[in-house]
């Protein structure tokens, strides 16, 4: 018999920075799945790993939604390969999404620079009456 890495909630927590409300909220929601011995959770290396991609996934700005997704495509048919090409998908999507979002702030902080520019121009205007 082998024995399988196992993971206490506060291990977890205390590897991925992250409070153990946050690790049990991702399992009310159904993306991680520890086994339970009374009250006590167990963590298997599977669950580590779910846990660091949701993790990956929220800095990247994937919605739970979208996690879910795509770590799911692991374990059913087309595998890893679907699960990659899903990813890249939403990587490209993420990258346009933020490059839009890098365009109208560099649009909005050039309106605030000639707003800024009127507002001090019209200030010395007053101050010299």
Do not use: C
């Amino acid at each position: 018999m082998t024995m399988t890495a196992q993971f206490s909630i506060s291990d977890l927590a205390r590897e991925f920075s992250i409070t153990t409300r946050a690790i049990r909220f991702y399992e009310d929601e159904g993306l991680i799945a520890p086994r339970r011995e009374g009250q006590r959770r167990l963590y298997t290396q599977r669950d580590r790993v779910r846990l660091m991609l949701i993790l990956r996934g929220r800095r990247l700005g994937f919605s739970l939604k979208e996690i879910a997704k795509i770590i799911d495509l692991y374990d059913r048919e087309p595998g890893e390969q679907g699960q990659l090409k899903l990813f890249l998908n939403k990587i490209a999507e993420r990258r346009q999404l933020l490059k839009q979002q890098q365009e109208d702030i560099k649009q909005t902080l050039g309106e605030l620079d000639q707003v800024e520019a009127n507002a001090r121009q019209r200030l010395g205007e007053l101050l010299k009456t």
